[in-house]
């Protein structure tokens, strides 16, 4: 099951997210499924999957067809973290940005992840076909294409997602300890259009992840890797996340990027950012030069 959230009429409702159309979950039962996080709260208090939670509801649900609405953010996390240079390509190429390149050799092959925050419920983040940002500041600025985990408040895995960690590299580059100022401003990350259950992702760690950049209507970059590449299992970094840290009610976790465009490529006002992962679908993101 995919779940989305979308605008209708003026209003935001939670549905399934089918190729053919969108079934209303909020229209169908307002108390119950008002949105994301109450869909997993509901499901937690009553110990059942989500599948079982939605079954009843589903041959009443409406169908939308997408021309009729307009897909949001699918959930509002309380926090966005981040894990980094869990891909060799990731690690590679941090290495030929900066001077202190020996950090990125030691966290790849330590049994301690990267993990950073991204946003704490300031909302620097954005949905479907909204503007990602390069900062005014920045003249070197990637998309980085992850697999996003959802998760609860105990740190379960309630569904996958897209998420794009927009990086500043020469910030980055420049000092390591500017990394917070490389990651996190307005616009610095976007994630969506669905978020997948568990039951719809067999093998989340082999997925496909595929990256493309357009440029005034030509393909400037493309791109592609597998969750398979990832150094680290999802669980291992979950876990870290969790060691002595109280998680918010819901929380999502980039998994660290396994495609970088090469040196010379930075994302300029204009250009359209598209992360396909297979089993979740396309997040498209145009960007703007603050
Ligand atoms: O250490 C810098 C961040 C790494 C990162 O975001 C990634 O590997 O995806
Ligand atoms: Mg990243």
């Not at 209708?8 to 008002?34: E, M, N, R, W």
């Not at 259009?193 to 493309?212: D, F, K, Q, W, Y």
């Not at 976790?253 to 992360?275: H, K, Q, R, S």
Request: aromatic letters at 8%.
């Amino acid at each position: 099951m995919k779940l989305c959230t979308f605008k209708v009429s003026g209003a935001t409702h939670l549905g399934i997210y089918t190729d053919q159309y969108i079934l209303d979950l909020t229209a169908a039962d307002k108390d119950l499924f008002p949105d994301f996080r109450s869909l997993i709260r509901q499901a937690k208090r009553r110990n059942s999957s989500l599948g079982e939670l939605v079954e009843p509801v589903l041959s009443k649900a409406r169908r939308l067809t997408h021309d009729k609405v307009t897909l949001t953010l699918p959930c509002v996390p309380s926090e966005i973290w981040g894990a980094g240079v869990t891909y060799t390509r990731s690690m590679e190429a941090r290495k030929r940005e900066t001077r202190y390149g020996e950090i990125y050799d030691h966290v790849y092959s330590a049994s301690r992840p990267e993990l950073f925050l991204k946003d704490s419920g300031v909302s620097r983040y954005v949905g479907p076909d909204e503007f990602i940002c390069v900062r005014n500041d920045s003249r070197w600025t990637i998309p980085e294409p992850e697999l996003g985990l959802v998760l609860d408040g105990d740190g379960k895995i309630v569904g996958y997602t897209i998420a794009n960690d927009v990086s500043a590299r020469d910030i980055e580059g420049e000092n390591p300890l500017y990394l917070p100022q490389a990651k996190i401003y307005n616009g610095s990350c976007s994630f969506g259009p669905v978020v997948a259950t568990p039951g719809e992702i067999r093998s989340p760690e082999s997925l496909a992840i595929r990256l493309t950049i357009t440029r005034g209507g030509e393909k400037t970059f493309e791109g592609a890797t597998s969750t398979s590449a990832m150094k680290r299992r999802l669980e291992e970094i979950v876990s870290y996340l969790k060691r002595d840290n109280v998680l918010g009610e819901l929380t999502l976790l980039m998994t660290g990027t396994g495609i970088v465009p090469p040196d010379d490529f930075a994302l300029a006002d204009g250009d359209l950012v598209e992360i396909a992962i297979d089993g979740i679908g396309v997040l498209r993101n145009p960007v703007r030069k603050l």
